[in-house]
Nanobody
Framework: QVQLVESGGGLVQPGGSLRLSCATS????????MGWFRQAPGKERQFVAA????????YYADSVKGRFTISRDNANNMAYLQMNSLKPEDTAVYYC?????????????????WGQGTQVTVSS
């Protein structure tokens, strides 16, 4: 089992920044690819970004490319999502996920463990 706990969400104005953190515990963190997904009210959960086991490979949805940066710290069992130039359409609950499938998978079914989510609201 891998336990995931997200933090860092909140209310931010358009153009602002937030950094989401995902603390993990349980099995060896470096054995898992990590991903961030989001779900807005009334919409399906969508892929945001992913990082490979080593951190050497990063993958992004087109909608966040150039604005968001995913990273991980294997020594401290943490994953992060730095979000810059936030837009109202980025408003959603953000989830981190861990999986042993293909690195960079955009399919949520390839992730085995999920956090409880953290709310991000972008509004003036």
């Amino acid at each position: 089992q891998v336990q995931l706990v997200e933090s860092g969400g909140g209310l931010v104005q358009p153009g602002g920044s937030l950094r989401l953190s995902c603390a993990t515990s349980g099995r060896t963190f470096s054995n898992y690819n990590m991903g961030w997904f989001r779900q807005a009210p009334g919409k399906e959960r969508q892929f945001v970004a992913a990082v490979s086991r080593s951190g050497g490979g990063t993958y992004y949805a087109d909608s966040v490319k150039g604005r968001f940066t995913i990273s991980r710290d294997n020594a401290n069992n943490m994953a992060y999502l730095q979000m810059n130039s936030l837009k109202p359409e980025d408003t959603a609950v953000y989830y981190c996920a861990a999986g042993r499938g293909s690195a960079g998978s955009t399919y949520d079914g390839n992730y085995d463990y999920w956090g409880q989510g953290t709310q991000v609201t972008v509004s003036s």
